[in-house]
């Protein structure tokens, strides 16, 4: 009964979303304005509609209903509570139910706000949000329907929602359980940022569709989506962090990024929602970039829904995607017709999108987030490229060639240079118009740092011309943020009377956009360090040990003790190494790498032992071992210099994209206010 509860409702919220599409355009054409409220009404109920379905699922996972389909695949009894929770997105069926719960929420939720003034937005922002809806509503429902069940008929097994003729109910006593790789903690959580991420955009795209109907070509559409776009970048960006710590930890090829597509798939849309983050901030100062803003947020939707695509319908093999399905025609159809629209609509807009105003300079402020601009396409071009290639290889010579990180390495890492350099010195590049002799000004103390950086790192011995450059770009760009932010805290200091400590705190509060946006160039230079170290000077090695045998790297040894084996009461076969870990002949401790073996799901997890420290990490793999007459043991060894400052500059992303994204507040009168602001402004100049 519960099922078909569950079943109901989600066909009820199906036909609310129709609902609300049909009542939005008929309260258009008639200019009804009480039908359009109909329709906001009716984007309200689907949240509340798919949260019981949501809930449903999650009791019937948690109860272990394993003739349903979706639940025997995900779950069994040895799975903890919150696993069983948590297998809700951990299947087809489940993450797209979820992926549509998220989206009902934040449309709905976006539908609360006053329209006073933007009334005329209001039914197309209803009528793209809910034919987002309504396409992934239509998946759950009538493809991947996570309420499918069991039945044995007279030729065999078959699932379906209702009890064919002549059939029984099937009634699995256990499930098979959720794959091993997905019950990291990692792995749990980097899926619901991914789909915030991914349903957050949804909204901006929505207010884009809306100003190109109905002409509204100021940059309304923009303040009023300005924090829904902060919001999914961060969510995005939290998710693709969490995602390379899960591979990290728990892929056991001692890295963090792989290349692999649907790890790109997931990229593509933070690098184009990245440079319109970027260029928006062009359009509300200067009216420049009207047309590339709506190119940019148009790219974005569509790539959220092509990587969405990507990761369910089976078209390319990962680890992260899920199983062949039937679904993946519906996507391509699902883009190609949105796509269409959207382009039609901007080209219809295209002349009344001019710009109001030029760039008078290749140095200004406008002209540098252009070049910025360019970068995270040139990147976007490549990873596409790379994705599609391997499809459009088996469809026209019946092979599959695959594009390997180096590829992407040697295509990408020069535009990230040159994206770190820009990253620099734009902030000091002023609006309208910009000199070589003004930014030499402002840049000639930071320069001055890096070049000290540069030669402290010769003297150490580093001679890789990639590195070389590397590390002087990170010295360069931290410098230049770190003076600037010290200058305005100086400044603010002295015009306000406040200590350096209080200043420093209260500085962001003046212009969160700016300086979160300094926060996150920090965090993005630590970042650059880390894969500077991993990338650059990663090593390895791999032997076969008796106990009491060694292996050495870079200044390590690591000394095998002894192997245990046993089972534990959720269902694994742990085997378990000991090694004894020395640095320059004193032991600094053990580390314990394992492989799990889960007796149901038939598979294995290899578990490295880590030890992490700021300068770099020893990542150690049990690889294979003998039966226990032999004792010997196999192991493969990484030492990953400065990994953890990847990490770190994540951490420091994520907190300035918070203080970007946090609502401006500031506590003093704003006669005070503004008063400190100019002194400040006078100090800095």
């Not at 509300?284 to 990587?307: A, C, H, P, Q």
């Not at 078209?315 to 519906?330: C, E, R």
């Not at 314990?592 to 290899?606: A, G, I, V």
């Amino acid at each position: 009964m519960i099922t078909y509860f569950g079943l109901g409702a989600l066909v009820i919220s199906f036909l609310v979303s129709l609902y609300g599409i049909g009542a939005s355009v008929y309260g258009l054409r008639t200019k009804r304005a009480e039908w359009v409220e109909s329709a906001r009404r009716a984007m309200l109920l689907t949240f509340p509609l798919i949260t019981i379905v949501s809930l449903v699922l999650v009791y019937l996972l948690v109860t272990g209903h394993y003739e349903l389909s979706f639940v025997y695949s995900v779950t069994n009894d040895s799975m903890p509570l919150y696993l069983r929770v948590t297998a809700l997105w951990g299947g087809q069926a489940g993450s797209l139910l979820f992926w549509s719960w998220l989206l009902a929420a934040f449309t709905s939720a976006v539908t609360l706000r006053k329209w006073d003034r933007d009334r005329e937005f209001l039914p197309w922002v209803v009528i793209v949000s809910l034919v987002t809806l309504a396409f992934f509503l239509m998946l759950v429902l009538f493809f991947e329907n996570p309420f499918s069940r069991f039945w044995a008929t007279a030729t065999g097994e078959m699932e379906a929602l209702f009890r064919p003729a002549g059939a029984v109910p099937i009634f699995p006593s256990n499930g098979q359980g959720l794959s091993p790789l997905l019950r990291h903690p990692g792995m749990i959580i980097h899926p619901p940022m991914l789909y915030l991420g991914f349903v957050s955009f949804v909204i901006p795209f929505a207010f884009a569709i809306a100003a190109l109907v109905t002409g509204r070509t100021d940059d309304r559409w923009i303040r009023l989506t300005r924090r829904w776009t902060l919001v999914a970048w961060l969510f995005l960006s939290l998710g693709l962090v969490l995602g390379a710590r899960w591979a990290y930890d728990v892929l056991g090829w001692g890295g963090y990024w792989g290349w692999d597509p649907v790890e790109i798939a997931a990229f593509m849309p933070w690098l184009s929602g990245t440079a319109f983050l970027h260029s928006v901030m062009i359009q509300e100062k200067k009216g420049l970039f009207k047309r590339w803003n709506m190119i940019l947020i148009i790219l974005t939707y569509s790539l959220v829904i092509f990587g969405t695509f990507l990761t369910r319908s089976g078209v390319l093999s990962s680890v992260h995607a899920f199983a062949q399905s039937a679904i993946g025609p519906l996507f391509l159809g699902f883009i190609g017709v949105t796509f269409v629209i959207a382009l039609g609509l901007l080209l219809w807009r295209w002349n009344d999108l001019r710009g109001e105003g030029q760039m008078h300079s290749l140095l200004s402020r406008e002209s540098l987030f252009l070049f910025n601009n360019l970068l995270f396409m040139g990147i976007l071009a490549v990873c596409f490229w790379g994705v599609i290639f391997p499809l459009i290889s088996e469809l026209l010579t019946g092979q599959k060639v695959t594009v390997g990180p180096p590829f992407y390495e040697r295509a990408t890492g020069p535009q990230f240079a040159a994206l770190l350099f820009l990253m620099g010195i734009a902030p000091l590049s002023a609006w309208g118009h910009s000199t070589f002799k003004t930014l030499g000004r402002a840049l000639w103390k930071p320069a001055i740092v890096s070049v000290i950086v540069l030669a402290v790192v010769l003297a150490l011995g580093v001679r890789s011309i990639p590195a070389l450059v590397g590390f002087w770009l990170v010295a360069f760009t931290s410098a230049i943020t770190l003076y600037e932010y010290g200058r305005a805290v100086w400044a603010r200091a002295r015009a306000t009377g406040e200590g350096l400590i209080k200043a420093f705190w209260r500085l962001p509060g003046r212009n969160r956009r700016r300086y979160g946006g300094y926060v996150i160039h920090v965090g993005v230079v630590l970042m650059a360090l880390g894969v500077i170290g991993i990338e650059l000077f990663q090593t390895e090695t791999q032997g076969t040990l008796k106990p009491g045998q060694t292996l050495s790297l870079s200044g390590y040894t690591v000394t095998y003790v002894k192997l245990d084996e046993f089972d534990v009461e959720d269902g694994r076969n742990v085997a378990r190494a000991i090694v004894n870990v020395e640095r320059n002949g004193k032991q600094i401790g053990q580390l314990f790498p394992r492989r799990d073996y889960y007796y149901t799901e038939r598979q294995q997890m290899t578990i490295p032992g880590v030890r992490s420290t700021m300068e770099d990490d020893l990542y150690v793999l049990l690889v294979d071992w003998q039966p226990i007459s032999s004792q010997s043991a196999t192991f493969k060894v990484y030492h990953n210099p400065l990994v953890n400052w990847l990490w770190l500059g994540s951490l420091v992303f994520i907190l300035g994209t918070f203080v970007a994204a946090w609502p401006d507040q500031d506590p003093e009168p704003a006669r005070a206010r503004a008063k400190a602001s100019r002194a400040a402004a006078e100090q800095i100049s």
